[in-house]
């Protein structure tokens, strides 16, 4: 629990890093008086305006992402399912560009309908093919993840071939990941069921355990296997479409922070790994986008695509790793 | 008291069929049959595991199963998976877990993926046989153990059960079943349980040999029985 705590302190500390961090600096001095003396400077318009949803937005997704990463390597008994490598990602940003395709007013509300209804096709197709229990072994089921997220990623290079030019670039940066525009005042809807999607996870927390222990003996043990599963892939779309509509696609997050998270605690107990893993998640993406904002001050660098050059070689690591530790 | 009545169990084929059997309070029953012939499936069945089933299945309370290997990648140690089986609350912790039969107090920190087999399976058979429930299902419990805790597991076994605990274990080490007091042995061929019986009377069947493929042979040892196994002429 003190690694929790202190994972939670480090969050509060890199928020007011991102807080002060960008094209215009704000010391944490400032930062403390514009807090105390609202109205009083242009700081206090850039903090609640610009930054302050900013990094909301990034908290709440690398919260979400954390958290569904960590669910996901658990109900499909798989340490490389993530909502990314599973096409529930891909299937939401598919839907997000055809509802900017189709350009139907208002967009900020059209958007993430748009990439909710992909993700639950995307996810209803994994359930689907979930059904057949060859396909998990071996990582099939990746496979075909993986495989649902190039399928839904050409059709959107497709969609985008056919926009103007204008909606291109809105669409691609988007997709990249980029934080910070109107989109991130979903924020509060995202974290609100984050906070509540916790809870579930919290109050079920002995039977994702016994889950761990292999599908026969968590029946045995008393637990509703199939409908845990359902429920908790259920909550995974909604948070991964949230997520998407707010940030485009963002890889690695949910599938680095488990990994990093079992590594600092050394247990795979949900319930610590439900609250650090996603408390991980959001350092990771809170990290990458505050690196963004220091590498350059007039273009902006979008985190997601960022945040994949530093998730790659974390995981790499972590999977070598893990090979070397083995028992053999 | 574990009762099966009319009890079939398919996938694609029929694995057993319509069979029944009574698991009293107290009893060590040994499952015995070749590969494939259905032990696993049954006590799977027998532990709400299978749903692929017809027939009445009665118990007080559900069966604790431990299956023969344990593949998962669990990422957690001993205690938790004794917190999992809820086996601090039971009544069997209370009364075993400082005698520690199979010698597992000092490995219970360890991730289990460290441990070997050995050493996983006496935690996993701990946790099993910490856990409340009064009728258990073993699916070779053996496997893997040495020597010295297989008879530690025999004695653990016979004790509990003359505290009123059942145990249907399926099992192809004869020489280990041979080592217990008043068991029964039910035998299990071409979708039936073909005979069933004492252990020693069940040995001793002429029809065994054409089952099993060996001829058992029962010597006389001061302790009851010794067993000894040929091919069939």
């Not at chain 1, 850039?46 to 996901?72: C, D, K, Q, W, Y």
């Not at chain 1, 496979?143 to 290079?157: D, H, K, P, Y």
């Not at chain 2, 499936?41 to 692929?52: R, V």
Request: hydrophobic residues 50%; positive net charge.
């Amino acid at each position: 629990m003190k690694k929790i705590f202190l994972l939670l302190l480090l969050n509060i500390t890199f928020i007011f890093i991102s807080l002060s961090v960008g094209a215009a600096h704000i010391s944490i001095s400032d930062l403390w008086s514009s807090l105390f003396n609202p109205h009083s400077s242009d700081s206090f318009f850039i903090l609640t305006e610009l930054r302050f949803p900013r990094t909301m937005a990034l908290v709440s997704i690398g919260l979400a992402l954390g958290f569904s990463g960590t669910l996901l390597q658990t109900l499909l008994d798989n340490p490389l399912s993530e909502p990314y490598t599973l096409g529930l990602s891909g299937g939401a940003t598919l839907g997000a560009v055809l509802a900017l395709m189709f350009g139907i007013k208002p967009i900020w509300l059209t958007l993430p309908m748009g990439a909710v209804l992909g993700c639950v096709l995307a996810t209803l197709l994994v359930l689907y093919f979930l059904k057949n229990k060859i396909l998990w072994k071996a990582n099939s089921i990746i496979l075909i993840g993986v495989m649902i997220s190039l399928f839904c990623g050409s059709f959107v290079t497709l969609i985008i071939s056919l926009l103007e030019p204008t909606q291109v670039q809105l669409a691609v940066y988007w997709m990249m990941g980029q934080v910070g525009s109107e989109k991130d005042l979903w924020w509060p809807a995202l974290f609100v069921i984050f906070v509540f999607s916790l809870f579930l996870g919290l109050r079920h927390h002995v039977d994702l355990d016994r889950i761990l222990l292999g599908e026969d003996t968590a029946i045995n043990l008393g637990t509703n296997v199939s409908s845990v599963r359902l429920l908790f892939i259920l909550i995974v779309c909604l948070l991964t479409s949230l997520a998407v509509s707010i940030a485009g696609l963002v890889g690695f997050v949910g599938l680095v922070a488990p990994h990093v998270s079992y590594h600092i605690l050394g247990t795979r107990r949900h319930y610590k790994t439900l609250l650090a893993s996603p408390l991980v998640g959001s350092l990771l993406f809170l990290s990458a986008d505050i690196l963004a904002r220091t590498f350059s001050y007039d273009i902006e660098i979008p985190s997601g695509s960022l945040m994949a050059l530093l998730g790659a070689p974390i995981l790499i690591y972590y999977l070598v790793r893990g090979l070397k530790n083995a028992h053999v | 008291m574990l009762t099966f009545k009319g009890l079939t169990i398919s996938y694609q084929d029929t694995i057993l069929e319509k069979i029944s059997g009574t698991l009293e309070n107290g009893k060590i029953v040994f499952l015995v049959g070749p590969n494939g012939s259905g032990k696993t499936s049954l006590l799977k069945a027998l532990g709400g595991i299978l749903q692929k089933k017809e027939g009445t299945l009665k118990c007080q309370e559900t069966p604790i199963y431990l299956a023969a290997q344990f593949t998962a990648q669990s990422g957690l140690s001993g205690h938790d998976l004794l917190d999992l089986y809820e086996a601090k609350k039971s009544t069997w912790y209370e009364k075993y877990f400082l005698q520690d039969p199979l010698c597992v107090q000092t490995i219970l920190k360890r991730p289990l993926e460290s441990l070997s087999s050995g050493e996983k399976k006496r935690v996993l058979l701990s946790a099993a046989l910490f856990h409340k429930s009064y009728c258990v299902l073993l699916d070779e419990p053996t496997a893997h153990l040495d020597l010295h805790h297989a008879l530690s597991l025999k004695n653990w076994i016979q004790e509990q059960a003359s505290c009123g605990r059942s145990f249907l274990i399926s099992n192809h080490d004869l020489h280990w079943a041979f080592l217990f007091q008043n068991t029964q042995t039910w035998v299990l061929f071409e979708k039936s349980i073909v005979l069933r019986g004492s252990t020693q009377d069940v040995f001793r069947d002429i029809k065994l040999k054409d089952i099993l493929g060996v001829k058992a042979e029962l010597v006389p040892h001061r302790d009851g029985h010794l067993i000894s196994l040929s091919y069939r002429e």
